[in-house]
Structure formats: structure tokens, C-alpha cells
């Protein structure tokens, strides 16, 4: 392995989007020297999607990366000027913050963040080849510049690997509109022969918010209390607005349908997979032909800005169609169009050929973030930027690498979900995806994450400062709960649910119950009105949960356990007894780091899992394969 | 290659010796090739057990029970369960993982409706696990009465030979003895047990203690009277067959020693049994029942939670917890399946 322990790790880092800063950012805050390699400055911190930052699941990302010191959460409440917390009205473990984004000052926070941070230099160039060294990367050649010496280097090129758009029957090379792709890079990473599959994604023409009717709209206004993306943030900076929503109908619908076969997803021009979750309007109305109506959503993309972004209505019409069944919409019937939808085909690299830190197995010292490992989404980006650029250092100085696990972190989840089982559409996260859902909560993202961070010294002294004064007061808070004592007749009185006759019960107990809420407790426990408001909403929240913790906890203990066994690289399957042909192809496929991994590949049967134990310990024993 | 040879023992026994000189040939284990299936999935674990309950099967009920699990019918039955519950998580998920999408507000109705469904179809089959066990390892059906009323000759009679020591000594029998026969394709175990009376003699007192034991856990009873006024020495439950014996020295019903009313006797047995196993289930192990129990109690907490009007991601978490106890009779969850669900269910997507 190759270490370097006397002086500070390099690391160049390709591409300044969302998993680039991440990843710049974490490798500079971990002590490196750090060079991003982007193609333009100004662009970087852009958002080439919806303007908006977290939402369900993607939340408890934002919040993730926020705990481990990333520069997300606090760009987005810097840009933010509309917050809602998505699924109030649900419990704690499934909320999740979201705002709408003035691009421009998002962009400037990122950008402040990147030029604030020390030992952190940005490079415009575009990275022609990488420099490999007895096997392993120690550079990257800049077109300009020439030759960058790096340790480490992570590529979070997005969609840059023959990209292409389509708009109707047009096509063009590209990953993003006005940027060329970067062929020569290209052309190496094929050269590698990785396992690679194709993908597409599509946007929605934006308009002209001066053209839209307005006044007819049915707005959206944000939440009366906004939630903060970052643990450090307590009030949006920028002025708050509404978004409004309209609606397709049956005339947009024919629109569409009449000029399906010019669509490039309909004609049979794009042949990579798109996200389910994430229709055209061509998808919506071919496949969910019984609805009349979809809804769309209009954020504007700024408070300066006349871009708005019609949420709902991707496609890859021809111009003229697009024009057309926009205007066919109440509200948008002078609507103009500044830039027309397209979709985008790319490859990505089957992210199967990633370790759990995200270095290519092929490459020592290469790491790969964001939408190229086959990912959709700022936040996921985020995520895996900052996980590879913090691991990047650790693994060139020898250090044990951080990898979260499913029980810990959605961060976790996402990345054994992308390395173990591969993506077969772009891969978004869901709460759904969490198996330890109550416990992994975008409320407690600091409590689970940032002692970690702590110690590797990535975050700032101004989290350290607000997450241990939180810790303290928390634990007062659960102090005055267990040690306190009420009565039932109290506790109805405090306009707590429960039955006439009952024992008394600590405030820990009262928290426990279906429905009680912060106010409800802190009339039951006056002394809890001494901590702020967010330690006690804080407390209840845990409270939720509490009866279904032991259990989740065992669980969490046993899968762990699996994690941390680890099946050897050289453990030769054929020879593993009782084992089926099929499954050890798939074996070969998805060649599992740990048990936890193994138990997850399609078909993988106890019996089987059994005899990958078997052959492992008798290896063990006698030092043999079989 | 498969070899037909001459039946008799030294021909097999030549071509065995001959065909173990050659390297790597040796006798399958027993079960290897079920085995082999298993591991290629061309059977479910379901199915083996169903091979192995054929195996044994001695009656003609016990082969039907096993060959519709071989042929697959318990791993329908338990997909079918699976993919209503994968319905009802994917309803809840929807609502969780996509407020801000076109989604049904209120899933929970129809959620319930599948719950309510899930909770009826394991509930009935779990009642019928009882009979299938039976099935399984057969009826049994006590022969009980006073001393001397010709328990022990009737079962003789039943059993067509001579199981138990009979006698004009009252009191003969003092152990239950069990005869195993079967009832035109009903596995059925008779038990003659010792004649029930106030005895001061503390080895007869134990044969009865026994024998009431024995009664109380029998699938059928046949109570034995000598005359119609006389008290019954035990406390009838519904079910019970009442026939006076010994109808070759006076009135009754049926004779062990001239063989009178027997076959009638042993008609109604078997149609009353007969109509029992029209329930039966095809879960057919204990393992089978323990993870539909396991399931139900799941979906009992997630109808307790809709109940309580908990938190959503509580409802879904008994609904997930209900379907991994299911799948363990056959395979296992994954979350792609209720997403799957979700994607084809909901025009998902802005």
C-alpha cells in the first residue's frame, strides 16, 4: 500500500458540482493539499436540475453531510427562499427539510465555501488522461497545465461519459447545455474495460416567469417556521417566497400523445434505462393513460431571476410540441420558452467496481463520486463526495478508511446499496431504503454522525461548540424525564390521552405514548421548560420511538455483526460446496465484501449463506480454499 | 446413463462392486439429489418437505396432504399472502416516500382491507394446520367406558387381530394401548384405554388417570355403554360417539366378538374424520405454523397501530416485519418489490 505519513496527502479533485465540493471540500478539511479541476470557476456549485435542495430522504442526506462538516446544508439555507419540511404531519422519521433555491445565491455560498477553505486551490483546465505509475494513479494531465502530481484523485464528472442530448429527433454531444464533453478522459476510463451500463434523465423547458399568468395560479407558499438544512442555521437568509401550481389537461394530454413518435424516448433513440420515480410527461400520460391530469409544480429559480422551472413536465419533444403543450396549461398560455427540455443519455460505471470508501478496485488511488456511479440528485452526489474525498486521505495515509453503516447513516445505506447490488436506474434515496428508518432520522444526523467527525478533525469549531452544548442540554433534558414523576390525574390534565385509573409514570414513559406531544409534555414537566424549545421538540421525537428501540437495536447489532465479516477477495467460490452454479454466477457478479452484502444478492438462500460460512472457516482452519 | 438389469441380488451387487473400481464414482447420499434440486432452485425448501412427508406417506389422505405441497401449492398460497402484504406496505410507503407527489391521501382503508385479509387467510389457515397435522401424523380416536364393556374386543374387532389381552375380568386393560389402521385412506390410531371406575387399587387408579388423560386429547371419542340407564363414567362433549356395546348378549349397538355394527361403526368414524379433513391446510410443519403465527402477530400490531392512529413509518414497520416472517417459509423480502409496487401503482414524478 502506499502511505504517505510526513507530509500532507495531494489530492486533485475533477469537477465542481455537487459531489466535486463535497469532495474537495472534506479532502482539504482532512488535511490535504487539494486542487479542483473544473472547466470553468463560475460554474461551480451550479444546479443543472430543479432548483431545490433536500426533500424525502434526500433531507436526511443534506443532514448527513451537514453533521460531517459538508458545505450543503449551509449553502442551501444561504440560497433558500422557500422551506417547507416535507410530511409534517408524519412522524419525526420520515420528515424531511426541503427549499426551494435561488440558484445564484446557492452558487455564491458554494463558491465562498470553496474559497474560504484552507489548502483548497481551484484549476481551470480540462483533465485530459490520468498518470498511472506502477499501477497505481500519480497524476492527471491538464490539457493547459500539463501534469498534476496527486496521491489520490476523485472524478465526479457526471454525465460526461458519452453524453448526448436529445431534443426531438435533434441530438447533441454533451452533458450539459453549452458544455462539451471531455473526450480523451473518456477514452482512458473505457480504456480500463470497467463495467459500465447507460442511463437517462430528463429536464423540463424552462420559461419566462414575466409570460406566466400568475394571478389565476393556486399558490404554495413555504412553512410558516422554517426547518434549516444545516445544524448550524437558525433563519433563511434570503427573502421568502411561493411557488404556484397548475395542472396538464386533456388538451396537453393530446398534445403529447399526437407527437409521441416524434419524442427521442419514444422513437427508439435513446436506449438507456430513466427513473421511475422521475417521469416525462411522455412517460406519465402513455403509462398512467386513465388520469386526466398531473400536477406541476412552477419554482421560480430566483428572486432576481425571470427563469422559472416547471416541475412535472420533462420531456424530449420537438421545440415546437414543447411550445404547444405548455400553452395548452391554465396559466402558461403566452408562456415563453427560454430554454427548451431535453432528455440525456450517459454511461455510467457500474458502481460494483467501487470498494466501500468509492475507489475504483481497478485503479488504486482513483475514487469515483456522484451521477457516474450511476446516481441521480444533488444530494446523493453530495453524499458521495464527501465520503470519497475524506476517504481519500485516510487511504493514502494508511489510516483506517470511514465507512458508515446501513444502521448508522442513509450515506451507508446508499453506498452498500450502490456497491453491493449496482443500480439499474438512476439511483435516488427513499426512507424507504432504510431498514433502521426510526433510528436514522434527519433530526439526530449530528447525534449519529458528528462524533465521528470530530475525531477525524473535519468539522469547524463552530459545530464542535453547538453540537456539545446540544449533547449537554439533551442530556439534562433526559435526566429531568427519568427522574420525574407524574401522576395520572397530571398527566390527563396536562391534555394527555389515557385512561381514568392509571400508575404514575415517568416523563420518559409519557413520551412513549401514541400522540404526546412537546407541549404536551412540558405542561406535564414544568422543569423541562428551563431547556430551549428544540432540545424538548428534540426529546419527544426520541420519544416516538423509544419501545421499538431495543428491538431495531438487536437487529442493527446482528446486521453489523454481518458487515463486519468480511469474505475474503481470494475465497475461491467454485469451490464452495452447495452452492448452485447460478448463485455463485452471481457471486462472481456481485462479488460481496461482507456476509450482509452476501445475504443480499438476489436468490441467496440461508443454505447458501451457510456454505460460504463453511468454506470460510475451514479455510480458516487449514489455510485452503473449499 | 441409466442401467436395467436382472433383479436378483448378485447381479446388483456385481455391477455395484464393479461400478465402485471406478474413480470418483460413489453411492448417492441419502437425499443428495433433493438436495441438488434445492440448491438449483428447481424446488423450494416448501417442496422438499412436501417430498419428504410423500416418502413416508402409509395412506392414501397423507399422499394427496404431501402432493400438493410437493407440487408447490403451499409457496403459492404464501406468495399470494406475500404480494398483498407487499401491496399494503407499498400503499404506506407511497404515502411516506412521496407526500409531495399525486399519491392517495388516505391509503389506509384499503391498507386495512389487506391487513384484514392477510389476518382471515392465516387465521384459517392455522386453524386448519391442526387438521393437516393429523393428516400428518394421524387421527386419534379413544375408545372409552366402563370396565368390562368390551372396549378392548371392539378394538381387536377394528383392528382384525388380537392387539389387546381381553378377559371377563374387569379391569384387564391398565396401560392405553394404540393401534394404528387405515381408515379407507385415513391414518387413524385407536385407542383402547383402561374402563373408568372408582377403584381402591392405586395401579388401576393410575390406568385411568391415563385413560382420561389420553380422552381428553383424542380427535374423536367412542363411548361404550352396556345398559342405556347407566350413568356414562366419563362427561360427554359434543362429537361423541355413544354406541352400547356387546349387543351379542342383549340389545345394542355393536359387537366386537360377532362383529356387529362394526363396519357401520367404522363408516361413521371415518365420514366424521373424513368431513374434518375437508379444512386441512397445506402448511404441514410446525415450522410452517410458526412463522404464520409469527406473521399474524405483525399484522395484529399493524392493525393496532393504524388502530391507536400511531405513526405511519410504525404501521410500516409491522407490515415489513409480517412479510419477513412469511418469507421465511419460502425466501426472502426486498425493498425493490414495494417500490416496484409503488412505481407501477402511482404516476410517481415531477
Redesign the interface.
Known sequence: MFHVKHRRPKIAVVGGGHAGVEAASAAARAGADVTLVTLRRDTIGAMSC?PAIG???KGHLVREVDALGGIMGEAADAGGIQFRL??RR??P??QGP?AQMDRQLYRAAVQQAISEQENLQVVEDQVVDLVVLNGRLAGLRLERAGDLACDAAILTTGTFLNGVMHIGERQIPGGRVGESPSVPLAHRLYGMSLPMGRLKTGTPPRLDGRTINWSVLETQPGDPEPVMLSFLSNTPKARQISCAITHTNAQTHDIVRENLDKSAMYSGNISGVG?????SIED?IA??AD?DS????LEPEGLESDLVYP??ISTSLPEDVQERYVRSIAGLEQAEIVQAGYAIEYDYVDPRALDSTLQLQALNGLWLAGQINGTTGYEEAAAQGCIAGINAVLTVRGDPPLILSRTEAYIGVMIDDLTARGVSEPYRM????AEF??QLRADNADQRLTPAALALGIASRRRAQAFESKLAHLEEGRRILSESVVSNKDAINAGINLAADGPHRSGAELLSI??VSAERILVAIPALGDLAPEIVTQLAREG??AN?LDRQDREAERLRKDEATPIPNDLDLDRVH??????KEKLRGNRPGNLAQA??I????P??LNAILLAMRSRKKTGTDG | MELHLHGSRAVVRAVLDLLATFAGARPALAGEFT?RA????RMDLTQVEGLADLIEAETELQRQQAQRVLSGELSLRVQDWRRRLIEAGALI?A????????VPVDVLPDVLGHIDAGISALTRELEGYGVSERIRDGFEVAILGAPNAGKSTLLNAIARRQVALTSEIAGTTRDVIEVRTDLSGLPVTFLDTAGLRDTADPLEAAGIDLARARALEADLRVVLTQRDDAPLPIELREGDIVKRGKSDIGEGDVSGLTGQGIDQLVNEIAGILRNRTASSSVAIRERHANAMRNSLSHLANARAAID???????I??HLRDATVALETMI??V??ED??GDI?SRF????
Open positions: 430543479n426533500g424525502l430522504g416535507l410530511n408524519k412522524g422519521a420520515v426541503r427513473p421511475r420515480y422521475c417521469p406519465k403509462r398512467f388520469k398531473h400536477q406541476i409544480f416541475n412535472g427513499f426512507t424507504s431504503r428508518r426510526l401514541a400522540g416516538v420511538y421499538y452447495g452452492l448452485s452454479s447460478e448463485l445475504t443480499k438476489e436468490g441467496m438462500t443454505a447458501g | 438436495r434445492l440448491e438449483n432452485d410507503e404515502t411516506l416516500d412521496f407526500a409531495d407527489e399525486e391507536a392512529r400511531s405513526d405511519d413509518a410504525l410500516a414497520l425466501g426472502r426486498d425493498i414495494l417500490l412505481f404516476c410517481i414524478g415531477k
